[in-house]
């Protein structure tokens, strides 16, 4: 692309290099700000509308709770949202299960955070450590295919695991650290894995495995509609009604708790940092940072000039990536040379395998025109 071809968003630092599908209006704001202001605003925290709601929340987590052991579950990566979430059920006085997925890849400092949110919460904790050799396997297929949506195996397994984990326990809610203040904005060539579409995850594995699936936990759109519907386990996202703001909720995590900074977003987990700073921007020209903080000049909580500051570096230390690429390597059990083939095979998106993305999208938007107003 060349210079002339260049374009950045006026209002936030979305650009036609991470997003090559955005559009922009005749003042030059893109899409995703101005589908954030005219309705994802409405849906994060807006003072006494959503006391009254979390209010209303807590009320129905407490009464489905009653003479159970657990009022609810909630999902611990030992990153920033999930951490706040946990502490939100000791300040509103809620008794949840504190239940982590380990894919293999969590860093030092993530694995230090699990425990020490465990620890200084005092809440009983479970943890489903996933088989290293079925989940490699799985992920490597991923890896082998250009995808970028390496992560689909993971997020797909987190989903099944706490769904079963819930369902176990007989625990009806299940609390998760996703919000829209800093992840609303996000185009879905970056981040189809969340529509968790089981007949791209099948494809890719049967064509780039030859292991079977069943070793590893999975759950598409009709497990999920089974889990809500028929064993009624409802998803709440706790940081929609709160005035959540992720930099000073790290700044109170690291204060109140002895919790530990590990640098980016989701780089709780060693592959999802290579990935989303090193890899997306590098392979697939995709700057993660530029989803997040759109959505966080969105929500008012920095300003356009100090996220484009931020570009000034690149995402990830130079100096740090070959021992990254080593790691990853031996990790997945392959050469340094096969790793750095399959990094520069062309990249690809989730548009260039079958998928479910058109049946996916139509049921999405039925559930949220019916559900949208009760939030819960
Ligand atoms: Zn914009």
Same mark, same amino acid.
């Given at each position: 692309?060349?210079?002339?071809?260049?374009?950045?968003?006026?209002?936030?630092?979305?650009?036609?290099?991470? *997003?090559?599908?955005?559009h922009?209006?005749?003042?030059?704001?893109?899409?995703?700000c101005?589908?954030?202001?005219?309705?994802?605003?409405?849906?994060?925290?807006?003072?006494? &509308?959503?006391?009254?709601?979390?209010?209303?929340?807590?009320?129905?987590?407490?009464?489905?709770?009653?003479?159970?052991?657990?009022?609810?579950?909630?999902?611990?990566?030992?990153?920033? *949202?999930?951490? !706040?979430?946990?502490?939100?059920?000791?300040?509103?006085?809620?008794?949840?299960?504190?239940?982590?997925m380990?894919n293999?890849?969590?860093?030092?400092?993530?694995?230090?955070?699990?425990?020490?949110?465990?620890?200084?919460l005092?809440?009983e904790?479970?943890?489903?450590?996933?088989? +290293?050799?079925?989940?490699?396997?799985?992920?490597?297929?991923f890896?082998?295919?250009?995808?970028?949506?390496?992560?689909?195996?993971t997020?797909?397994a &987190?989903?099944?695991?706490?769904?079963?984990?819930?369902?176990?326990?007989?625990?009806?809610?299940?609390?998760?650290?996703g919000?829209?203040?800093s992840?609303? &904005?996000?185009?879905?060539?970056?981040?189809?894995?969340?529509?968790?579409?089981?007949?791209?995850y099948?494809?890719?594995?049967?064509?780039?495995?030859?292991?079977?699936?069943?070793?590893?936990?999975?759950?598409? &759109? +009709?497990?999920?509609?089974?889990?809500?519907?028929?064993?009624?386990?409802?998803?709440? !996202?706790?940081?929609?009604?709160?005035?959540?703001?992720?930099d000073?909720?790290?700044?109170?995590?690291?204060?109140?708790?002895? +919790?530990?900074?590990?640098?980016?977003?989701?780089?709780?987990?060693?592959?999802?940092?290579?990935?989303q700073?090193?890899?997306?921007?590098?392979?697939?020209?995709?700057? !993660?940072?530029?989803t997040?903080?759109?959505?966080?000049?969105?929500?008012?909580?920095?300003?356009?000039?100090?996220?484009?500051?931020?570009?000034?570096?690149?995402s990830?230390?130079?100096?740090?990536?070959?021992?990254d690429?080593?790691?990853?390597?031996?990790?997945?059990?392959?050469?340094?040379?096969?790793?750095?083939?399959?990094?520069s095979?062309?990249?690809?998106?989730?548009? *260039?395998?079958?998928?479910?993305?058109?049946?996916?999208?139509?049921?999405?938007?039925?559930?949220?025109?019916?559900?949208?107003?009760?939030?819960?």
């Amino acid at each position: 692309m060349s210079a002339l071809d260049y374009k950045i968003c006026n209002r936030c630092v979305m650009d036609n290099i991470t *997003d090559v599908f955005i559009h922009f209006d005749e003042k030059g704001n893109c899409n995703h700000c101005e589908d954030y202001l005219q309705r994802t605003s409405k849906l994060i925290y807006n003072s006494e &509308i959503s006391d009254e709601q979390w209010k209303h929340i807590l009320d129905k987590v407490k009464s489905a709770g009653k003479n159970r052991k657990f009022d609810c579950i909630v999902g611990i990566s030992g990153g920033v *949202d999930s951490s !706040y979430t946990a502490h939100l059920c000791k300040e509103y006085g809620l008794r949840p299960l504190l239940f982590h997925m380990d894919n293999g890849w969590d860093t030092k400092i993530s694995v230090k955070n699990v425990a020490t949110m465990v620890d200084k919460l005092g809440f009983e904790y479970d943890c489903q450590v996933l088989d +290293w050799e079925a989940f490699r396997e799985i992920q490597l297929a991923f890896l082998k295919s250009s995808i970028v949506d390496l992560e689909m195996p993971t997020d797909i397994a &987190i989903l099944s695991s706490i769904y079963k984990a819930a369902a176990k326990y007989g625990i009806k809610y299940i609390f998760s650290g996703g919000n829209l203040s800093s992840e609303a &904005i996000m185009p879905l060539q970056m981040g189809y894995h969340m529509y968790k579409d089981i007949r791209l995850y099948r494809h890719i594995v049967k064509k780039y495995s030859k292991k079977a699936l069943k070793t590893i936990p999975t759950v598409g &759109i +009709w497990g999920e509609f089974c889990y809500k519907f028929l064993k009624n386990i409802k998803t709440v !996202y706790p940081l929609n009604y709160i005035p959540y703001d992720k930099d000073k909720a790290k700044q109170f995590l690291i204060e109140q708790y002895g +919790w530990e900074d590990y640098g980016g977003k989701h780089h709780e987990s060693k592959i999802t940092a290579f990935w989303q700073s090193y890899v997306m921007p590098e392979k697939y020209k995709m700057d !993660y940072r530029r989803t997040t903080l759109s959505a966080q000049i969105c929500a008012g909580q920095i300003s356009r000039a100090a996220a484009l500051n931020e570009f000034s570096h690149k995402s990830y230390d130079e100096k740090l990536i070959d021992e990254d690429k080593k790691y990853i390597a031996k990790k997945f059990g392959i050469s340094l040379d096969e790793l750095e083939k399959y990094l520069s095979n062309p990249p690809k998106t989730y548009l *260039d395998f079958p998928n479910n993305k058109e049946l996916i999208s139509f049921v999405y938007r039925t559930y949220n025109r019916i559900f949208t107003k009760k939030r819960i």
